[in-house]
């Protein structure tokens, strides 16, 4: 289903995993690029039980697949729709990890009533350079090469890290180009009023998946415009994927930030 500006009234559905239908309060995860809501399989577990959980797959992703374009401002429509008509009460928590970070700011931009609070990992900036035009063919090669290595070989590079091999259909150079297009580099976000927990992974090594601290900073300065509340963290043994690495640890942190206690110990303000 291929969408334009014009299609407002008749969007679609994203498909989606609900976990905990009973629960009293609702959070939204929201995953990143080239993946699917999977992708929080190991999370949700460690989530209390009495969180109701909405996993969606974003436009181009995973059962979703048949929403094209995939653009940030249409998944967080779509998202904000699922939120109004899913959510207890209409309003829901919201997670979000790498692309899903974009959305999740982007959302709590233009639809504040509908998101309680955020806590996002992985918010990253794609300025235009000269290589702009090359990033969709590198994102759309590299998951090809990982995925013909053991996931032994991965996990032990990623200091344990457990990466599912990217599906080459839903991986595809259309899907590539859209997430990062030449014509469109991120932008930074307008502030938002939900108070936000902003976390860059740290750590590097052999292949780098450390997150961008002075980027965490940058957001986390224009969130405060409308939200003094808004924090941003460094964990140095977290790699970028670390809902993967370390999901108890990812879960706890959410839990911690949506009640309102202290983070677990290992976090440095930034």
């Known amino acids: 289903m291929s969408l334009s ?6 969007l679609p559905d994203l498909s989606f995993t609900t976990f905990n239908a009973t629960g009293r309060t609702t959070v939204v995860l929201i995953h990143g690029a080239l993946v699917s809501g999977l992708y929080w399989d190991l999370v949700c577990p460690y989530l209390p039980s009495s969180y109701h959980l909405l996993v969606p797959d974003l436009p181009g992703h995973g059962s979703s697949r048949a929403i094209t374009p995939f653009t940030v401002n249409l998944s967080s429509r779509l998202i904000a729709n699922l939120i109004r008509a ?3 009460n209409g309003v829901a928590h919201v997670i979000g990890h790498s692309l899903g970070a974009q959305i999740a700011i982007r959302l709590a931009a233009t639809e504040p009533s509908l998101v309680s609070s955020i806590f996002i990992s992985g918010f990253g900036m794609f300025p235009r350079t000269a290589l702009t035009p090359y990033i969709p063919y590198a994102a759309w090669t590299m998951p ?20 599912p ?3 080459p259909e839903t991986c595809t150079l259309d899907l590539c180009r859209q997430i990062v ?3 469109s580099p991120t932008q930074w976000p307008a502030p938002w009023p939900a108070r936000t927990l902003i976390v860059a992974a740290g750590k590097g090594g052999l292949i780098p998946s450390n997150d961008q601290s002075h980027t965490a900073v940058r957001l986390m300065q224009i969130g405060r415009e409308l939200n003094p509340e808004t924090i941003a963290y460094t964990h140095p043994q977290m790699r970028h994927p670390w809902n993967r690495q370390a999901p108890q640890l990812f879960a706890e942190t959410a839990e911690a930030w949506i009640e309102g206690r202290e983070l677990p110990e290992g976090f440095i303000k930034l």
Request: glycine share 2%; hydrophobic share 35%.
């Open 86 to 88: 899913h959510a207890v």
């Open 144 to 163: 090809r090469l990982e995925n013909c290595l053991p996931r032994s070989w991965v996990r032990w590079a990623m200091d344990g890290a457990d990466l």
């Open 165 to 167: 091999r990217i599906d």
């Open 181 to 183: 297009s030449p014509e």
């Open 5 to 10: 500006p014009e299609d407002e009234d008749a």
